[in-house]
């Protein structure tokens, strides 16, 4: 019996934890997680990117509405395309991390989790030279496994208290505004994509669109629109602690990012 309840242990402390994924439960009971910040203010986050295909219309959308956002990157697309990572954070906006690929955490393996984190964190801030704030798991799923990894690599878990469903194939802006709107507060965090890559083709069309109608809609409700970082969200999830799997000391001004291995996922450490 003993091997039996090993294995329950493990797989209650890999699943539950994922609990969190449920919106009612997570605003009552966990509301850093859901990024409830300041009242006045509400957090524009983008997930998934960076896509060369699409993240550039929405940089260039946010600039016309004078808003900057958070956006959460997976590792590999990152080091895919370097210069659009550059890109979002020189036009003002927060880079967080979204882990090193887009898959699902079927099975619990709390080192696999904590290299893949770690590997995300180190290509963000090698090619941003700022040590990312934020983690988000994919799909909003955060295993024991994954919320460990981000205590131990200094990052806060986020979700979201409203989304804009955008990942369908009959997305529209005008569902996408209707779906966020139908559960967004003052204080509240947002959540839309940048890119298909793990949705419905084209997309991402949907959330574009729907983006000066939101930030003007927030605004009209006298929400500032803006970052995490902006957000003052509150209790706190991560830790200050710092261990080896951190990213080395950010390079001088001027220097390009290193390791200039990161320009391809299959040797960024």
């Known amino acids: 019996m003993a091997p039996l309840a090993a294995v329950a242990a493990l797989a209650a402390a890999h699943i539950v934890p994922a609990a969190s994924w449920l919106p009612r439960f997570r605003s009552r009971c966990l509301p850093h997680l859901a990024g409830h910040g300041r009242t006045g203010h509400v957090a524009l986050t983008f997930d998934d990117g960076p896509d060369p295909a699409s993240t550039p219309h929405f940089l260039d959308a946010l600039d016309r509405l004078d808003v900057r956002a958070t956006f959460f990157v997976l590792g590999e697309s990152a080091v895919r395309h370097p210069g659009l990572v550059r890109a979002i954070a020189g036009r003002g906006h927060e880079i967080a991390v979204h882990g090193w690929t887009h898959s699902r955490p079927w099975l619990p393996d709390p080192g696999r989790d904590l290299r893949e984190t770690a590997r995300a964190v180190r290509a963000v801030h090698a090619l ?135 320009g391809a996922a299959d040797t960024c450490p």
Do not use: F, Q
């Not at 839309?192 to 409700?221: F, I, K, M, N």
């Not at 006298?222 to 799997?245: K, P």
């Not at 990213?247 to 290193?258: K, L, Q």
């Open 128 to 262: 941003t030279g700022r040590r990312p704030l934020w983690y988000r798991p994919p799909y909003g799923i955060l295993t024991g496994g994954r919320w460990a990894a981000a205590r131990r690599l200094g990052l806060r878990p986020v979700l979201w208290s409203a989304w804009g469903r955008d990942w369908t194939a009959d997305a529209t802006a005008a569902s996408v505004h209707a779906s966020v709107m139908a559960d967004l507060r003052g204080g509240g965090t947002v959540l839309l994509h940048d890119t298909d890559r793990a949705s419905a083709p084209g997309c991402w069309h949907a959330a574009l669109g729907a983006l000066p109608g939101l930030v003007a809609a927030c605004r009209e409700a006298g929400w500032d629109v803006g970052t995490l970082a902006e957000h003052e969200v509150t209790g706190r999830t991560g830790s200050r602690r710092r261990t080896d799997a951190h990213p080395p000391a950010a390079p001088p001004p001027g220097a390009p990012p290193t390791p200039a291995a990161c």
